[in-house]
C-alpha cells in the first residue's frame, strides 16, 4: 500500500512538473515608451583616419545627426559638431590629415553644402552659392583633391567639379549642358561615366573623355545601367545592367577593345559594385529578398573571403582602410539595429565598437520580420515582411496595419525600424508589402504599375490586408493602412478608392495632387523628369485627365474612415500644400483628421524629438481610432 502511495506521489509530482509552463516572451516583455524606442541610437559612415586609430561617422545620440570620432580600438565616441537644428552628416577624413569634410541642409530642405572641418575645430563652407546643391563623390587618385557635383550654373544639372585641397578652389572638369547624371570618374582622370534616365528604369551608359571631349556610348540595347566603378588601371568600367535579364548583374566593359565580360551574376539584383584603394579587393552588393548579401572578393585570387561573423546579425554595409588591412562593418537586422565593428584583415581579430539598442529594451522584447509572400487579386505573387507582436495570439488576435513604402519603385527592406518596432511592441501586426512596381524583384514586376498607379498596386495592398485579416493572430475588423511619401499616396488612395477596405489611415508626407506634384518637382531632378512622367503620366498633356483621376484631393468626399497626416514644411518634394488641402477636404466629411505639422523638416523627419511627438501621436491615433474603435472627437491640430 505504502508503494503505490508512493508511486502515486511520484506520479504526481511529474504530473505537476509537466503541466507547469514556461512563460513566454509574451509574459515576460515589457512595452516601452516611445521615448525609450528612438532613443536606440542610429549611427552612419565609417571614415577611418589616416593613421586608422579612429572612425568618423555620424550619430543622432544628441537628437539630430551629428560627427563623432571613435576609437577603432574601442571607446568613447567623441562629438565633433555640435548642431542643435540642421543634422550634420559626414563624408570623410581628408586622406592625408585630420581635417574632415561634412554636408549640411537647412532643416530638410535637400539643398546641401559641403563644409571642412580644420584641426582647430574651426569650419568653413567650400559650396557657399546660395541656392545651390552639392554632393560629394569621390576623391581623386592622388588624393589632392575631390570631385564633387554642383548645380550653381544650372539649377537643372549637375556639373562636375575638383576641389584642390591646398587652394580650397574649384574647377570646373565637366560642363553637363545635356542633363546626364554623372558617375565615377576613371583613375588617371581621362574618362567619367555618365548616365541618362529614358525611364524609370531604362538608362543609357556613356563614357566621356575628358580630354577630347568624347562621349561613347556603352550599353547596346534599352536596358536599366548604372556605372559602378573602374578597374584599379583604369582599363575597365563596371558597371551593372539588366540587359537581356530581369535582374541587374556586373558587367566589365574593356575601354582599349571596347569588349563585354559578364563579371558577376547572381540570383537577385547586385545593386553596387567597387574596388578597394588599392585594388585587393572588389566589394558587390545584392539585394537578396529586401536585405544586403555582401561578397568581398580578393581580386588577385578571384576568390571570396571569409566575413566576420555576428550572432543572429547580418552584415548590412562594409568599407576598408585606404592601406587595406582594416574593414569597418555594420552588422544587425530586423530585430535589432545596427553596431559598428572593426575587423582586422591580417590578424582576424574583430571587434564591437557600439551599442546603440537603449539599454533600458531588452533585446527579446523586439520582432525579428518574416518575409510572406501572397497572392492578389490576379494570382501575381506579392512580397511583403510581417511584423508579428509576441502577444498576438489565436486567443488573443490584435489589430494590423499595411504598410506601404515610399517609391513609386521603393522596396520595404529587411532593416530596423523603432517606428515599425513600437508600433509592434504596443500590439499592432506589420506587414510591410512591396507591392507590384517595387524594386528588387525583377525588371517585370517593376514596371507592372507603370501608368497605373492607384490601381493594380492598391490592389495588392487590399489584398495584403485580406491575407492579415485570414491570420488566427489578426483582428481582421481592425486593419489600417500606413505610409510615407508614395506610400502616404498609397493610404490616401485607399481611403478615396477603396473607403470601406481599411479601418484608419495614417499619411507621412503623402502626395495627394498628382499634378501640381509633377509640375513643382526640384529643379535638380530635371534630368529625371522625363522618366518620371513617363511613368507617371506628363501634367501638361492628355495625361492631365487620368492624373486629376488618381490623385485623392480631388475626391475627399468619398472618406468616411478616420485619417492623421503628418508633414515636414521644408518639404522640396511633397509640398504642404498637399497635406493642408487634403485635411481640408476630409474634414467636410465630418470625419476625424489629426494634422501635425513640423516647421523645421524636410521630407522625412530625422530630429528626435519630433519623430518622438509624430510616432507618439500616431499611436494614440490608432489606440483611439482602430484598437477601440472610439468615437470620441479627435484632438486639436499640434503645429
Known amino acids: ?4 502511495l508512493a508511486i502515486a506521489l511520484i506520479t504526481s509530482i511529474w504530473t505537476c512538473k509537466e503541466e507547469k509552463k514556461e512563460p513566454s516572451v509574451a509574459d515576460t516583455m515589457k512595452t516601452y515608451t516611445i521615448s525609450q524606442m528612438m532613443d536606440n541610437e542610429s549611427i552612419a559612415g565609417g571614415s577611418f583616419s589616416p593613421d586608422k586609430s579612429k572612425l568618423l561617422v555620424s550619430s543622432n545620440r544628441s537628437g539630430i545627426y551629428n560627427m563623432y570620432t571613435i576609437p577603432t580600438s574601442g571607446g568613447e565616441m567623441m562629438p565633433v559638431t555640435q548642431s542643435d537644428s540642421s543634422s550634420v552628416f559626414a563624408i570623410s577624413y581628408f586622406p592625408n590629415d585630420e581635417r574632415m569634410l561634412f554636408r549640411m541642409d537647412n532643416n530638410g530642405d535637400e539643398i546641401y553644402h559641403i563644409f571642412v572641418r580644420d584641426t582647430d575645430g574651426n569650419h568653413k563652407d567650400l559650396t557657399p552659392e546660395e541656392g545651390a546643391r552639392s554632393l560629394f563623390y569621390q576623391w581623386s587618385e592622388d588624393k589632392s583633391a575631390f570631385f564633387y557635383g554642383s548645380n550653381k550654373r544650372d539649377s537643372r544639372f549637375m556639373d562636375l567639379y575638383k576641389m584642390d585641397l591646398k587652394t580650397m578652389e574649384p574647377e570646373l572638369v565637366y560642363q553637363n549642358d545635356d542633363g546626364y547624371d554623372v ?15 529614358i525611364n524609370t528604369n531604362d538608362s543609357d551608359l556613356f563614357l566621356y573623355n575628358l580630354e577630347s571631349d568624347e562621349l561613347m556610348k556603352i550599353n ?130 574583430q571587434k564591437k565598437l557600439t551599442d546603440v539598442l537603449n539599454p533600458e529594451i531588452q533585446g527579446q522584447d523586439l520582432v525579428k520580420a518574416e518575409v510572406i509572400r501572397y497572392k492578389s487579386f490576379d494570382g501575381l505573387e506579392i512580397p511583403a515582411i510581417y511584423y508579428k507582436p509576441h502577444q498576438a495570439t489565436e486567443e488573443n488576435p490584435v489589430p494590423a496595419l499595411v504598410w506601404v513604402h515610399g517609391g513609386p519603385g521603393g522596396q520595404s527592406r529587411q532593416n530596423f525600424s523603432s517606428f515599425i518596432q513600437y508600433l509592434v511592441n504596443h500590439g499592432y501586426a506589420v506587414l510591410a508589402v512591396n507591392n507590384r512596381g517595387s524594386s528588387g524583384y525583377g525588371k517585370t514586376f517593376y514596371q507592372m504599375d507603370d501608368l497605373n498607379h492607384g490601381d493594380k498596386d492598391l490592389k495588392d495592398c487590399v489584398e495584403g490586408k485580406n491575407w492579415l485579416a485570414q491570420k488566427p493572430e489578426i483582428d481582421g475588423e481592425k486593419i489600417g493602412i500606413i505610409g510615407g511619401s508614395y506610400g502616404g499616396y498609397m493610404t490616401m488612395a485607399a481611403l478615396t478608392y477603396t473607403p470601406e477596405e481599411f479601418d484608419v489611415g495614417v499619411n507621412l508626407f503623402g502626395v495627394t495632387n498628382w499634378i501640381r506634384t509633377l509640375k513643382s518637382i526640384p529643379p535638380w531632378w ?19 485627365v487620368r492624373l486629376k483621376q488618381i490623385s485623392p484631393l480631388f475626391h475627399t468626399d468619398k472618406v468616411t474612415k478616420p485619417l492623421i497626416v503628418l508633414q515636414g514644411s521644408q518639404d522640396p518634394r511633397v509640398l504642404q500644400a498637399e497635406s493642408d488641402e487634403i485635411v481640408a477636404g476630409v474634414r467636410k466629411n465630418g470625419v476625424p483628421v489629426e494634422y501635425v505639422l513640423f516647421e523645421d523638416e524636410g521630407h522625412g523627419f530625422v530630429k528626435k524629438e519630433n519623430q518622438i511627438t509624430a510616432y507618439s501621436k500616431i499611436l494614440e491615433f490608432l489606440d483611439e481610432y482602430l484598437k477601440e474603435e472610439k468615437s470620441t472627437p479627435i484632438k486639436e491640430d499640434s503645429k
Do not use: C
Open 526 to 544: 530635371e534630368s529625371f523628369k522625363d522618366a518620371l512622367y513617363k511613368e507617371l503620366g506628363d501634367p501638361y498633356s492628355a495625361d492631365s
Open 220 to 349: 547596346k540595347s534599352q536596358s536599366g545601367n548604372a556605372p559602378q566603378d573602374f578597374a584599379p588601371d583604369g582599363s575597365a568600367l563596371y558597371y551593372t545592367t539588366d540587359d537581356g535579364s530581369e535582374f541587374s548583374y556586373l558587367m566589365k566593359y574593356t575601354i582599349a577593345d571596347e569588349s563585354y565580360e559578364k563579371s558577376l551574376v547572381r540570383d537577385w539584383d547586385i545593386s553596387g559594385s567597387y574596388f578597394t584603394q588599392n585594388g585587393t579587393y572588389q566589394v558587390t552588393y545584392i539585394n537578396e529578398d529586401a536585405k544586403n548579401t555582401i561578397e568581398v572578393m580578393e581580386v588577385a585570387t578571384g576568390e571570396n573571403i571569409d566575413l566576420p561573423t555576428v550572432e543572429n546579425m547580418d552584415i548590412t554595409s562594409v568599407s576598408f582602410s585606404d592601406d587595406e588591412t582594416m574593414m569597418r562593418f555594420y552588422a544587425g537586422g530586423s530585430q535589432t539595429p545596427s553596431n559598428l565593428h572593426v575587423y582586422n584583415l591580417e590578424t582576424k581579430e
Open 1 to 4: 500500500m505504502k508503494k503505490l
Open 183 to 197: 558617375g565615377v570618374v576613371s583613375p588617371g582622370e581621362k574618362y567619367v561615366a555618365l548616365s541618362k534616365s
